[in-house]
């Protein structure tokens, strides 16, 4: 009952209000001074008058910038999408560009070989932790046998000491069991090359009386029958004369970075070249 009473009395101030709106425009035809009466509707109604203003404003801005925002929501969207697919391009570009020059600079390693050679993909390192060691995904199917030397652009990564029909492991020269004979590059200097940390070997047996100074370039000898001569195994980068010693005491940096091995040659024929 009180709605009904509600609305009844809305009409009639509408009903009023427009009635005076009509009054107030017939009146601006004929006159231009408003009279009494029509300053009496004029303070009345303006307000009416200008709350409905500003609320159909209100509803037309609201309705627009709903719109508007939605059309900006679906937009950016579909430019974050866009923006996605791009940078998984760019990755994958900027990685196929970086395999193309790793192995680029392998293939041009590769033939400085008079022997044969076959590419592999290191796929994983040794599960046990207790060697230095990767896998790699050619084996014995492939031709590879136990002690063929291992390389990369850089130089040596290691021999094969496990071959299966498709797989095979290779101790890296970091590695504490690993031994290569090597040769000073400038002094000509004999000595071994063996596994100390992941950043270092210890180049070990050069006499006191050797000639052996820091950045001296480390190189298999050829001795020992499995690595060929003049292969690149790292630099000299710590020499020191222990006292009571018979050799010198020196660090060396591999040529290879081993964190980031990815790409290996196999030696597929036993070198047996002697100096």
Avoid at 138 to 158: F, H, S, T
Wanted: proline letters at 4%; glycine letters at 6%; one cysteine or more.
């Amino acid at each position: 009952m009180r709605d009904a009473t509600f609305f009844r009395k809305a009409w009639i101030w509408a009903l009023f209000c427009i009635i005076a709106l009509l009054l107030l425009s017939s009146a601006s035809e004929t006159q231009r001074q408003w009279n009494p009466l029509d300053r009496f509707l004029v303070e009345i109604t303006s307000p009416i008058q200008k709350l409905f203003t500003r609320a159909v404003d209100a509803i037309e801005n609201f309705w627009l910038d709903y719109f508007y925002l939605v059309d900006v929501r679906r937009e950016n969207k579909e430019l974050k999408k866009q923006v996605n697919q791009l940078m998984m391009q760019n990755t994958r570009y900027h990685e196929l560009l970086s395999t193309y020059k790793r192995l680029q600079a392998l293939l041009n390693f590769k033939q400085t070989f008079e022997e044969p050679v076959i590419a592999a993909q290191v796929i994983g390192r040794d599960p046990s932790g207790w060697f230095r060691s990767v896998i790699i995904d050619k084996g014995k199917e492939d031709g590879i046998q136990v002690d063929m030397p291992v390389v990369n652009a850089l130089g040596v990564v290691g021999r094969v000491v496990g071959v299966s029909a498709h797989y095979s492991k290779v101790l890296l020269i970091i590695d504490q069991n690993s031994s290569v004979d090597c040769l000073l590059q400038r002094s000509r200097d004999r000595g071994m090359v063996k596994g100390l940390f992941p950043e270092r070997c210890k180049v070990a047996y050069i006499v006191k009386s050797s000639d052996v100074i820091i950045g001296d370039q480390v190189v298999t000898s050829g001795l020992g029958g499995v690595f060929p001569k003049g292969l690149p195994l790292g630099r000299v980068i710590k020499v020191e004369d222990s006292p009571g010693e018979l050799f010198k005491d020196i660090d060396m940096k591999p040529a290879v970075n081993f964190s980031k091995l990815e790409e290996v040659l196999v030696i597929l024929k036993k070198s047996l070249a002697f100096d």
